[in-house]
């Protein structure tokens, strides 16, 4: 079975950059896409952005494109998010997700969830 773990949230300033981590346990996280999710108190789980095995295939939501990056180091089993340009509106608790291929890790039903990480983007 899967663990993931993230980090690297906190506070800052809009405008500013932070980048957060994903660190898997498991044998069963060989071969598992891994994807983002977002999350505020009383809304729905939102998609962020996915990645491939590989990490030769990405994808984005609409409102993250030209901001955010999502790569992956499987030698430390560990994904990463880049986040730029942050807005207030990416205020959240930042999950991360793993899942047998990008399509099933991309959805709310992913099969593996971190415990999260909140990110705060103050104005």
């Known amino acids: 079975q899967v663990q993931l773990v993230e980090s690297g949230g906190g506070l800052v300033q809009a405008g500013g950059s932070l980048r957060l981590s994903c660190a898997a346990s498991?044998?069963?996280?060989?071969?598992?896409?891994m994807a983002w999710f977002r999350q505020n108190p009383g809304k729905e789980r939102e998609y962020v952005t996915a990645?491939?095995?590989?990490?030769?295939?990405?994808y984005y939501a609409d409102f993250v494109k030209g901001r955010f990056t999502i790569s992956r180091d499987n030698a430390k089993n560990t994904v990463y998010l880049q986040m730029n340009s942050l807005k207030p509106e990416d205020t959240a608790v930042y999950y991360c997700?793993?899942?047998?291929?990008?399509?099933?890790?991309?959805?709310?039903?992913?099969?593996?969830w971190g415990q999260g990480a909140q990110v705060t983007v103050s104005s």
């Open positions: 997700a793993a899942d047998r291929n990008i399509i099933t890790v991309a959805t709310p039903e992913a099969a593996y």
């Open positions: 498991g044998r069963a996280f060989s071969g598992n896409a």
């Open positions: 990645i491939t095995w590989s990490g030769d295939v990405t």
